[in-house]
């Protein structure tokens, strides 16, 4: 991308800009400055400031970036000359910025965010394209190119082939704050577009209990000890003394001394804060190769913009919704609304607000962190709860785990919501041969994922031959054997003794070496078809969720031993994979799945609902537990897109197929 002469003088001059602002006072300790707060550090990890405080600084402690609340935010300025070449801002007020924010100051509002949403007569009624939060003429967002730094935004990609709608799927449309960065040690960041309705309660304050925000996947909601950050706008200086400063009127500190700051009165209570859980983070040079990929987009904003979004997403907003309005009103802002608009209600957009359903919303008895925590002083299990408990592990110990075998045939769960919509895809609707199951663990084949190389073999006459799908068995190989297995399921190979069985039933699937299975085909004894070649084992240790809980808690159906036959037979029609017959594979997948469902259940794919109300608001039907939230997707389907997404992406190498 070619600048003209004028721009690059600016974009040049801009990060000048940046990197002086960014360095003053960044070697300050807040929390050595303010006895009674907890230490606010960075990890050992991160960046080593360049500039130490000096015996001759004021003491008062660490100032924000910009010097005072009353002069304009450096980035604001850098923002001007950057975009100096764009269309024209909007007119402004002649009265100009009053307090930061073009508001009346209320002493009762600690940290400004009342002010955010005050009536000012220079804003106009006009809202950005889309409908999301109105700006106003002192906001301002630009496409910041591969400028990271503290305060910056991250914001989800949307044009790589790859997304994040199979695994990781709380960064898709993601709008991360970079607390900190070094290039060549660490970036962290928290998720600015997650809220939940888990709450945290509070060992200071009685009484008290702190809405929890999704921060990121490392250290993040489920963990023991989760890391927690609190953002905030107090203006106080005792708070400034008690924080870090992010960027301005933007600044974290600990739980700690958050919760210390509301019992001081500094803080009001827990509304004057956004607890967040978990953060995201990079290693050196991480992130740079993943702007490269389209991965992400970097955003420079103004902290108005964040947080009236913040204000926003905090009052009444659905967790399931899972903060899509935000990262499309920022991609408007940085002038990507027309790329927003195109992936709007895409495969991945379903995808994270089912992550949400499962992960943000609050179910009985679910806390953060240990509360499993001590940070709720300790597990508040009732009577009737412990009891529940103790009986479902009774009712496990009792269950024999002889119906889960060695030639056992497994089928994928017939639930509505699969639980193998948000992680290992490859299982829903799946088929799975139990190979090996012994006191440390069991292993398991699944049948029905033909990939897209095969094994030749030479007929009963000569020049002739065949090739037999090799099918995707699973990620793990076992040690010390051929990585290729060879089965059957055929009733005249068992009676010439071709091959044994997996157990001690004289029926069902039979494995053979594969000289046994060439010679026999060599010598018309059998045909290529008869057999199915797989690659790979599954592995489900005993300790933790063994496949026998797993049948127990219905993730997997045992199939009936009548049924093998048949669905075995139906297995044997699929073909080596190519992107012309991926959608028959997986018709025929779902054909032998059906087929293995129980004689006495109704499980199998049910009829679609021809009623089906068109989440929330007009048209949607919020309470129905069927279809994903705001959307007229039914879960089930939308966990048939996965596997097909699943298979095109990781068997056949085609995510965009899909």
């Not at 004021?58 to 935010?73: Q, S």
């Not at 998720?191 to 490392?218: A, C, F, T």
Request: include cysteine; charged fraction near 25%.
């Amino acid at each position: 991308m070619s600048h003209s002469p004028l721009r690059l003088c600016l974009i040049i001059f801009g990060l000048d800009v940046a990197w002086a602002f960014s360095n003053n006072n960044v070697g300050v300790n807040p929390a050595s400055l303010c006895e009674g707060w907890d230490h606010v550090t960075h990890r050992r990890h991160l960046s080593t400031p360049r500039f130490a405080k000096s015996g001759n600084d004021d003491e008062d402690g660490p100032k924000p970036d910009n010097g005072d609340d009353e002069g304009e935010d450096w980035r604001a300025f850098r923002a001007k000359l950057v975009m100096s070449e764009g269309p024209s801002p909007s007119p402004q007020s002649s009265a100009g910025v009053q307090n930061t924010d073009g508001a009346i100051v209320d002493d009762s509002d600690l940290d400004g965010i009342g002010s955010l949403f005050a009536e000012d007569p220079s804003s106009t009624d006009a809202s950005s394209p889309g409908g999301f939060t109105p700006l106003d003429p002192s906001q301002w967002a630009y496409d910041s190119g591969k400028v990271i730094e503290k305060g910056a935004v991250i914001l989800g990609g949307v044009e790589q082939d790859f997304g994040f709608g199979l695994r990781q799927q709380y960064f898709h449309k993601a709008v991360i704050l970079v607390l900190d960065h070094d290039e060549n040690t660490f970036t962290k960041g928290i998720i600015l577009n997650r809220p939940s309705d888990r709450m945290m309660d509070d060992d200071v304050n009685e009484g008290l209990r702190w809405k929890v925000w999704y921060g990121g996947d490392v250290q993040g909601l489920d963990s023991i000890l989760p890391d927690i950050v609190c953002l905030h706008s107090l203006r106080s200086k005792e708070a400034r003394e008690a924080s870090v400063t992010v960027m301005k009127d933007i600044q974290w500190t600990t739980f700690g001394n958050a919760k210390k700051l509301v019992k001081k009165g500094i803080a009001s209570g827990p509304e004057d804060f956004w607890l967040f859980a978990g953060y995201a983070g990079w290693g050196p040079s991480q992130l740079s190769g993943e702007l490269d990929r389209k991965s992400w987009y970097m955003c420079a904003t103004d902290s108005r913009t964040l947080l009236k979004e913040l204000a926003r997403q905090s009052k009444g907003v659905d967790p399931r919704d899972a903060g899509l309005p935000t990262w499309e009103l920022l991609m408007s802002m940085i002038g990507r609304g027309e790329t927003a608009d195109e992936c709007s209600g895409s495969f991945d957009d379903l995808m994270l607000k089912e992550w949400s359903q499962a992960n943000l919303v609050k179910f009985e008895y679910r806390e953060v962190g240990l509360a499993k925590n001590p940070l709720v002083g300790g597990a508040d299990l009732s009577a009737g709860t412990v009891d529940k408990l103790m009986k479902e592990a009774a009712r496990a110990s009792l269950t024999s785990s002889d119906e889960v075998k060695a030639g056992s045939l497994l089928r994928g769960s017939s639930a509505d919501r699969s639980p193998f919509l948000l992680q290992k895809q490859e299982l829903h609707h799946s088929l799975i041969l139990v190979v090996l199951e012994d006191d440390k663990v069991s292993l398991g084949c699944m049948l029905n994922h033909p990939a897209t190389k095969g094994y030749e073999v030479g007929g009963s006459r000569k020049g002739t031959s065949s090739i037999i799908p090799i099918r995707y068995g699973g990620d793990y190989a076992i040690k010390g054997q051929s990585p290729l297995m060879w089965i059957h399921c055929n009733q005249k190979l068992r009676n010439a003794g071709l091959g044994e069985s997996f157990g001690d039933q004289s029926k069902g699937i039979y494995k053979c070496t594969q000289e046994e299975a060439t010679e026999a085909i060599s010598y018309n004894v059998a045909k290529p078809e008869d057999f199915l070649i797989l690659s790979g084992v599954c592995v489900w240790p005993k300790l933790g969720s063994n496949l026998a809980n797993e049948v127990r808690r219905g993730v997997f159906e045992v199939v009936e031993q009548s049924k093998i036959d048949e669905v075995f037979q139906t297995l044997q029609r699929q073909q080596m994979l190519t992107k012309e017959n991926l959608a028959e594979n997986l018709d025929t997948t779902n054909e032998a799945w059906q087929k293995a469902a129980s004689s006495d259940s109704s499980s199998g794919e049910k009829e679609p609902n021809d009623t089906l109300t068109v989440g929330i608001g007009e048209g949607f039907d919020e309470d129905d537990d069927t279809v994903v939230f705001n959307s007229n997707k039914k879960v089930s389907e939308l966990a048939n897109d996965a596997l097909k997404k699943w298979v095109a992406t990781f068997l056949l190498g085609s995510p965009t197929l899909a």
